[in-house]
């Protein structure tokens, strides 16, 4: 069925095409003026940015590595761990090298354009919802209503969990990890950054399932019974995933497993929910068509 887009949204008229493409690059040009904005404050706050946030898993004062360790050593107090220091990471200094004359302008550059991305999310959501939203019903836009706000918590929160906790276990794996003690990891700021951005961006789309789960599920291309008949094949998905988003350990891709495995759950809720007021609708639905029958043939 194909979905019919009013002028403003009030019902005073079909768009055109070419409305239709105009009201689009409108949107896109305020998405792209946020992040633009966001990319700008984030580049004028350098230190912030590096010091504070780019640069800091790799510390042992990090919050995550300074938990960790104070948990191995709990371990050790109560039930005679050998060594305390076992969860003690990224205790060793990572010297980070920029191998070009530009290297650093341009990781500026490049950094203050990811954190502007992830900083107007929810401007590009927002924009997004209000250019598919008159092509929507009164009462789906209603259900939708909250959208905006709950896609841009999940993102945010996927994009901490990525932060705080993968990228800790990640920088300490992949930078400590030896194939011989002749070989010295000389690290490129480029390739830090990479990989950091790449885990945070990776596990706030991913942790937009519920989300997708919601809308794919309005136009009818899943159910709830459809992910229940697939949860073993979706479980063999989600490790692959977080096989590609974590570093090759065992306990990294488990720990990146168990929510999205959460999620999904938290999926199929939503699914069925989302079928059963659509059930509703349509029983509602005919029985007004019965009413008006009965009304037509009385009259």
Known sequence: MALKWKKGGKGDGEMSFLEHLEEL?????????AIVIMMIIAFCFKNVLFNDIVLAPKNATFITNRLLCEFGHYLALHINLKNPDVLCINTKPVNLISIK???QLTTHITVAMVAGLILAFPVIIREFWMFFKPALHSNEAKHARGAVLASSLLFFTGV?????????????????????????NQINVRSFIGTLTSICLATGVVF????????????????????????KHAIVVIFIVAAI?????????TLVAIPLLILYEVSIFISARVMKQKAKEHNTFMDDESSAKTETTTS
Do not use: C, N
């Open 25 to 33: 690059r409108w949107h896109i040009i305020r998405s792209l003026l």
């Open 160 to 184: 901490l969990f990525g932060y705080f906790l993968l990228a800790p276990l990640s920088i300490y794996f992949l930078t400590s990890y030896q194939i011989s003690s002749d070989v010295v």
């Open 208 to 231: 937009e399932l519920p989300i997708v789960a919601f809308f794919l599920t309005k136009i009818g291309i899943i159910t709830p019974a459809f992910m229940r008949k697939y949860r």
């Open 245 to 253: 988003i974590t570093p090759p350990d065992v306990f990294s891709q």
């Open 101 to 103: 004359m530009a290297g």
